[in-house]
């Protein structure tokens, strides 16, 4: 049973450049759920996908886009990057949501660095 | 405006010897609370969860307890194993049924043999 996967697993770009990352969700999991991680932080909620649709949104600016597809599948796109953006991009995936208490489960994360 | 707080940054134990880790969190709101696992270079694994209808709950060596007056849970490792030694994120959702995590900062665990 294959797991949460990403892609790629390390990016080096430069400021102002747009980036794509790619996230395939847990067999049998439609959620999924993109988080950023700051060195020495914990993960910060981005924003969530459920059915193709944005379900609820972190703290961030509209640079930070994303895209779910027919198959689970998703992408979180990040435009106009800044210093600041370097970190840690995790995906999480979880099953359809009923009580709100299912589990995330996370894929090993794309490490961005922004130079 | 922190959420949900790790307090202790680093903790070292001896193996064979009980790990505990806490966890202090604000927001009233807060209803499903869960323990990850994280090594270097790989994401966070899921280790326990818990209800806010619970006050404990055991999986093997862990247990995690969580005390709602006090806004505090702990996760106790026993026994502790040197390959327990990673960092461990305490994260919590409130019920608006969104499974929005918000995150603690982390506390490294170092088992020693």
């Known amino acids: 049973d294959a797991g949460v996967t990403q892609s790629p697993t390390h990016l080096i770009k430069t400021r102002g450049q747009q980036v794509t990352l790619r996230c395939s969700p847990k067999?049998?999991?439609?959620?999924v759920s993109w988080y950023q991680q700051a060195l020495g932080q914990g993960p910060q909620f981005i924003f969530q996908y459920y059915e193709e649709e944005e379900r609820q949104r972190g703290n961030f600016p509209d640079r930070f886009s994303g895209h779910q597809f027919p198959n689970y599948s998703s992408e979180l796109n990040v435009n106009a990057l800044l210093l600041g953006d370097s970190a840690l991009y995790l995906c999480?995936?979880?099953?359809?949501?009923?009580?709100?208490?299912?589990?995330?489960?996370f894929g090993p994360g794309t490490r961005l660095l922004v130079l | 405006d922190q959420q949900v707080k790790q307090n202790s940054p680093s903790l070292s134990v001896q193996e064979g010897r009980i790990s505990i880790l806490n966890c202090d969190y604000t927001?009233?709101?807060?209803?499903?609370f869960l323990w990850y696992k994280k090594y270097p270079a790989e994401g966070p694994t899921f280790l326990i969860s818990i209800s806010s209808i619970k006050d404990k709950n055991e999986d093997g060596r862990f247990t995690v307890f969580l005390n709602k007056s006090a806004k505090h849970l702990s996760l106790h490792i026993v026994p502790s194993q040197p390959g327990d030694s990673a960092v461990y994120f305490c994260?919590?959702?409130?019920?608006?049924?969104?499974?929005?995590?918000?995150f603690g900062t982390g506390t490294r665990l170092l088992v020693s043999p």
């Open positions: 067999s049998g999991h439609d959620t």
């Open positions: 994260a919590a959702s409130d019920d608006t049924g969104f499974q929005k995590l918000v």
């Open positions: 999480a995936s979880s099953p359809l949501p009923t009580s709100g208490q299912e589990t995330q489960y």
């Open positions: 927001n009233s709101m807060f209803d499903y």
